[in-house]
């Protein structure tokens, strides 16, 4: 009884710290999990967007295929190509590719000649 405890004081204060390490660790890998989650969410409706008014822009009439490049406001760089399929009494495919990064988009409708 009569030892004294002041060792076992500094191994509980060590583990705690480590325990606290390991915590703060852990919310930084989330934190970065989350921030890369939103950026992909941001240029994926961005990509939607983009390729929703080409769809509708076909859709209006120019039916011609094509492609341009689109640089957001955050500096994320769009490759938008369309194409036209079918026509001449047959609903006509319109099809829209959107590609960043790695990533690609598309949507496809038809439309009456």
Known sequence: M??????????EALAAGALVGLAVAGLAASAALA???LGLARDTSIAIALATAQLETLRAG???AGSDIIVAANGTRFTRRWH??????????????VAWGERTLG????ALP
Do not use: M, Q
């Not at 399929?85 to 006509?92: A, L, Q």
């Open 2 to 11: 009569g030892r004294s405890t002041r060792g076992v004081t500094v191994v």
């Open 35 to 37: 921030t890369r989650s």
């Open 107 to 110: 949507l496809a409708t038809e």
């Open 62 to 64: 120019a039916r011609a």
């Open 84 to 97: 036209v399929t079918g026509g001449r009494g047959e609903p006509v495919g319109l099809n829209v590719d």
